[in-house]
Nanobody, 115 residues
Framework: QVQLVESGGGLVQPGGSLRLSCAAS????????MRWFRQAPGKEREFVAV???????NYGDSVKGRFTISSDNAKNTVSLQMNSLRPEDTAVYYC?????????WGQGTQVTVSS
């Protein structure tokens, strides 16, 4: 089992930056992959980014070139650096851990991009 706690959300103006963090309850080296998804009101959950335990990364089309996912194995955390934020990035961001045959989710953190 994996417990996840996200942090770093908040209110930011368009064009600004935020850095989200996801702390895992076990070594992330033992976790197959760590993912970020987001969900805006009235919309389906959307894939944002993934990083595997060998460091491979992938991004959703809407965030490529603006967001960067990274991991800190010593701290068992995964971060999502979000730059050039847009109003359409407003959503609750969820961290997920693929461990064995299951995916575990955090409680989410709100990101609001507005002037």
């Amino acid at each position: 089992q994996v417990q996840l706690v996200e942090s770093g959300g908040g209110l930011v103006q368009p064009g600004g930056s935020l850095r989200l963090s996801c702390a895992a309850s076990r070594s992330i080296v033992s976790i197959n992959a760590m993912r970020w998804f987001r969900q805006a009101p009235g919309k389906e959950r959307e894939f944002v980014a993934v990083i595997t335990n060998i460091g491979s990364t992938n991004y959703g089309d809407s965030v490529k070139g603006r967001f960067t996912i990274s991991s800190d194995n010593a701290k068992n955390t995964v971060s999502l650096q979000m730059n050039s934020l847009r109003p359409e990035d407003t959503a609750v961001y969820y961290c997920g851990a693929v461990y064995g045959s299951k995916t575990y989710w955090g409680q989410g953190t709100q990101v609001t991009v507005s002037s």
